[in-house]
């Protein structure tokens, strides 16, 4: 008879399915809003520290450096277009030529790409902001029941 392998990953939400069919079903059958947010890409380290912020939902004019993959050594490009349909970004100058001599562009996965340079409009600042404050709570939290050396000095003052 066959062998299960147990699961040792611990479940942090149970009103989320661990199941490897429900979980592809959803991300396949998922609506563009959430698709927006499942295609996001990490920032570079200067824009990383600049904004406060590790990673965004890829935009139209964003610049991106191509991370991993055939095309990694290209150099940084614009996103000429996001397609929430087949989870993937259009890059400028990312082109391969068909048998029929045809250029058609190459589909690239946003988390196979690092953004450079951001398309900053007042709902992308908003949002930077919101993220920024959400990562301040976050650090802050830390430090939460953590024992530090000073409190263990003071145990034994009586």
């Known amino acids: 008879s066959r062998v299960h392998s147990q699961q040792l990953t611990m479940k942090f939400n149970a009103a989320v399915s661990g199941s490897r069919r429900k979980c592809r079903k959803a991300h396949f059958s ?4 959430i698709r927006r947010k499942v295609m996001s890409a ?5 824009l990383r520290l600049k904004f406060g912020v590790r990673s965004l939902p890829i935009r139209r004019d964003d ?3 191509i991370m991993r993959g055939k095309y990694a050594k290209e150099p940084v490009a614009k996103v000429t277009s996001v397609y929430r349909r087949r989870y993937c ?6 082109i ?3 048998t029929n ?10 988390s ?3 953004i450079t340079k951001l398309k900053l409009d007042k709902d992308r600042k908003d949002l930077l902001e919101r993220k920024k404050v959400g990562r301040a709570g976050a650090d802050k939290d830390k430090g939460k029941g953590k024992i530090k050396q000073s409190d263990v000095a003071m145990q034994d003052v009586d």
Do not use: F, M, T
């Open 30 to 33: 998922a609506p563009s809003h």
């Open 63 to 65: 610049e991106v450096q």
């Open 89 to 94: 970004i259009y890059v400028d100058r990312i």
């Open 96 to 98: 391969k030529e068909k």
């Open 42 to 46: 990490s920032l570079s380290k200067d």
């Open 101 to 110: 001599g045809a250029q058609v562009p190459v589909p690239i996965h946003p």
């Open 112 to 114: 196979n790409v690092q």
